[in-house]
């Protein structure tokens, strides 16, 4: 099993949080709620208003996000959803855990030092330089009052 924290359209209640309840693609239990340790830029981006962490540490916000402990069956198939490594890569990354489920020791309960765990993160490195101007959020949701619905790839042109 692998640790995965997502922040976009994966999440609970956001578009495409049905594939990873589609126990066809593999497991994903979700485990709690964290945040990014370290700040990153987290923008909407492009015709289609996808959401993208942009790999530039120190800038940006703590993004809020979602823990989940996943297969190797799911693990493939969230690489190829999310065009892994061509779109976003997935790197490893501290998340500070604010919420748990999991039945290891609650790490709620812990000092703020002993809450960080190593997550995999879809985040990219492979952005348009103009998106670093975009405006930055800390907790995305598609139907915010930015109003930059993400566009189902199904309904794409
Ligand atoms: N899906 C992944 C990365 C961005 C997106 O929309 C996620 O939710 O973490």
Redesign the pocket.
């Known amino acids: 099993m692998a640790r995965v924290f ?6 609970q209640g956001q578009p ?1 949080y049905r594939h990873m309840l589609n126990t066809a693609k593999g497991v994903a239990k979700f485990q709690g709620r964290g945040r990014t340790v370290e700040k990153y830029p987290l923008v909407i981006a492009g015709k289609y208003n ?3 962490m942009l790999n530039i540490p120190g800038t940006g916000h703590h993004v809020a ?1 979602e823990i989940y402990s996943v297969d190797d069956q799911m693990l493939q198939f969230l690489d190829e959803f ?1 065009g892994c490594p061509d779109m ?1 890569q997935r790197t490893p990354m501290s998340i500070e855990v604010v919420e748990w489920e999991g039945k290891s020791s609650a790490p709620g309960e812990r000092p703020a030092a002993c809450r960080v765990m190593e997550c995999f993160v ?1 985040s990219t490195t492979t952005y348009q330089p103009e998106w670093v101007h975009l405006p930055y959020y800390d907790n995305y949701d598609s139907s915010g009052k930015h109003g930059l619905s993400y566009v189902l790839r199904e309904s794409r042109d």
């Open positions: 997502v922040y976009g359209t994966l999440k495409n996808i959401p993208y996000g999310e976003y879809y």
